[in-house]
């Protein structure tokens, strides 16, 4: 309805735009060419407006056009509504770039020595007005985070298979026997699995990071026999500590030698053939959310990623939080 009255206005952008135009050129050839119309159009959409208001908004005389004391009162409020929507839409293109907006990181402790520092770094420069926030989390926390929706990826190693989650490999790397500095064993360049059987560890809880608490008992199986867990701790940080102090022997992925504790030795195990993986976990259906496809291009292209494509992480864990 062109006629005034009504609680809510209904006024045209393009209306707007072209009385903002030719409130600044107040001359109808020249907003006309500045807007890429004709005259007779820009006219029509001037009345229309005057209409929608109720009271002209130009004078036209002999003189020229000026604003009406109703053009002067309107202007302000065309200009600042002409601005919110363009800052509307740049705001809204920058979001759809995953340029803006917030995303949340979840990240286990140990890669806050080897690959967390140049993913966020690379991201940030490359997304700055995307807000980072990050929280160092386990890796049962973080699959229960991302499930609930709290999380929006999860740098994680070895990822339990879980319904409506994808995990992408990113690297793997190498496990290495963590000893007490005066142990014998330190002695030697590279440490047999089978020669720890009769040491107590110092192990991660399952309910922690079941894949690789799984992955560490395996080894020991594998070199025949179950490993006796005389300490527990939730962060390598921690394992080594307790190490150090001399309360045992570990297996942990090579990126702890990064760990300065003191009264520690790093040594390699033989056999040497097994590895464990670092990936970004996301849920499924984020997977088009430019967000997190940004953190994802930012996160491949800042690590060596394995042969092979992401896989879909199918199976519900056992998840206690930590």
């Not at 590895?275 to 849920?283: E, I, K, L, P």
Request: with cysteine.
């Amino acid at each position: 309805m062109d006629g005034p009255g009504g609680d809510r206005p209904e006024l045209a952008l393009h209306q707007l735009h072209a009385f903002a135009v030719l409130a600044e050129e107040l001359h109808f050839g020249r907003a006309a060419e500045r807007l890429g119309i004709a005259q007779p159009p820009l006219s029509q959409q001037i009345r229309r407006l005057e209409r929608k208001v109720g009271h002209p908004l130009f004078d036209r005389g002999p003189g020229g056009v000026a604003l009406t004391p109703a053009g002067h009162g309107l202007l302000p409020a065309a200009r600042r509504a002409l601005g919110e929507i363009a800052g509307g839409l740049d705001a809204a293109r920058r979001a759809g770039r995953g340029e803006a907006g917030r995303i949340r990181i979840g990240f286990a402790a140990s890669l806050a020595l080897t690959v967390l520092p140049r993913i966020l770094g690379a991201y940030h420069d490359r997304y700055p007005g995307v807000e980072m926030e990050v929280r160092e989390m386990t890796t049962a926390p973080q699959v229960a985070a991302l499930c609930d929706g709290s999380l929006d990826v999860g740098l994680m190693r070895e990822p339990p298979e879980t319904d409506g989650l994808v995990a992408e490999p990113l690297l793997s790397e190498g496990f290495v026997a963590v000893l007490p500095a005066g142990h014998p064993l330190a002695a030697r360049r590279a440490v047999p699995v089978a020669a720890l059987a009769d040491e107590p560890f110092v192990l991660l809880p399952r309910a922690a990071a079941p894949t690789v608490h799984d992955r560490i008992a395996g080894l020991c199986r594998a070199a025949g026999f179950e490993p006796r867990a005389g300490q527990r701790a939730v962060e390598w940080q921690t394992v080594c500590a307790l190490v150090g102090a001399g309360l045992g022997v570990s297996l942990a992925p090579a990126s702890v030698r990064r760990i300065r504790s003191a009264g520690v030795a790093y040594r390699r195990i033989s056999p040497g053939g097994a590895r464990t993986t670092v990936a970004a976990c996301h849920r499924a259906e984020d997977a088009a959310n430019p967000l997190v496809a940004g953190f994802l291009r930012t996160a491949r292209d800042q690590t060596s990623a394995p042969d092979g494509p992401a896989r879909p992480l199918r199976q519900k864990p056992d998840i206690t939080s930590v």
